[in-house]
């Protein structure tokens, strides 16, 4: 079984393009979760000193799965985010 962290990368307050990652994110987690798999989603300020340098992105929102960024400036839809995920399953 493989572990994977997903982190929604956005301003704080989120804006609606980051809530709605967040959500996609959430829900496309929550599926592959029912298969059994072991996903963590958190939601990092991308103002914070840390992200920036951690990730370098500044365009929300960005999504990053296991430390790698994925998706930069734009909201995907949870078929493209459980793509995502399953790729990094393997």
Do not use: H, W
């Not at 982190?7 to 029912?34: F, M, W, Y």
């Not at 296991?66 to 393997?90: F, T």
């Amino acid at each position: 079984m493989k572990d994977i962290t997903v982190e929604v990368i956005g301003v704080d307050p989120p804006c609606k393009r980051c809530q709605a990652t967040l959500k996609n994110v959430e829900e496309a987690a929550s599926a592959l979760k029912a298969s059994g798999f072991d996903i963590r989603v958190s939601k990092l300020n991308m103002v914070s000193k840390d992200v920036i340098a951690k990730y370098g992105v500044v365009v929300s929102p960005s999504l990053a799965v296991n430390g790698v960024v994925r998706i930069v400036g734009k909201v995907p839809d949870i078929k493209e985010v459980e793509r995502i995920l399953r790729a990094a399953i393997k």
